[in-house]
């Protein structure tokens, strides 16, 4: 892939999220309800382009947004970046309608719900808790029968990680974090997926 093409790619999700609204509504006429549809689907659609770009520019892969530290694909990550979408395009398709459609004064005084923006914080509490919690794994030493049993071979302690992010995987998402339970499945990941 060219170098010039993914920051084109960025380039053109931001700027359609930006200029869309103008030519959706840029005619003198009563404003459909069905043009807040559509910029909202485009707009959806316009995020999770922007967001796949950076993590090709990131981690050489455009799902390299959801890889961590660890070089590997993570829950927290994936549930953090569909709220945020959800909330950034609802919050801004309504603004952008109060802005140019209605024509009203306070177009950004556009509520959300409470129960919304707790769903929001657990998602960022994920994100930020769940490197916490391996920290003082990555200092313990790990057992080196055990690891290469199980097939992991590279790890940070008790922690197994990926030795490069090509390596990542959407099935790491759904296994253990530690040398002992890597390969397999965790019960309670499928279940915070659902």
């Known amino acids: 892939m ?99 459609a209605i024509g009203g004064g306070d177009a950004l005084a556009v509520g959300l719900p409470e129960e919304l923006w707790w769903l929001l914080g657990i998602s960022t509490t994920s994100l930020v808790g769940s490197p916490l919690i391996l920290l003082p794994k990555k200092g313990k030493e790990a057992n080196t029968a055990e690891q290469l049993s199980n097939g992991v071979v590279s790890s940070v302690g008790q922690v197994a990680v990926n030795p490069t992010p090509q390596e990542a995987r959407p099935t790491d998402m759904f296994t253990g974090d530690e040398v002992g339970n890597d390969p397999s499945l965790d019960i309670s990941k499928v279940q915070l997926f659902f």
Not at 17 to 42: C, D, H, M, N, R
Request: aromatic share 18%; hydrophobic share 60%.
């Open 2 to 100: 060219p170098r010039w093409l993914p920051i084109l790619l960025i380039i053109l999700s931001l700027g359609w999220i930006i200029l869309a609204p103008f030519g959706l509504w840029y005619f003198p006429q009563e404003p459909l309800p069905s043009t807040k549809f559509w910029y909202w689907v485009f707009t959806v659609f316009s995020l999770i382009v922007f967001m796949m770009v950076l993590g090709y520019l990131r981690n050489g892969r455009f799902l390299g947004v959801l890889i961590d530290e660890r070089n590997k694909m993570t829950l927290s990550r994936l549930q953090l970046i569909i709220w945020s979408v959800i909330v950034l395009s609802g919050w801004g398709t309504a603004a952008l309608w109060n802005l140019l």
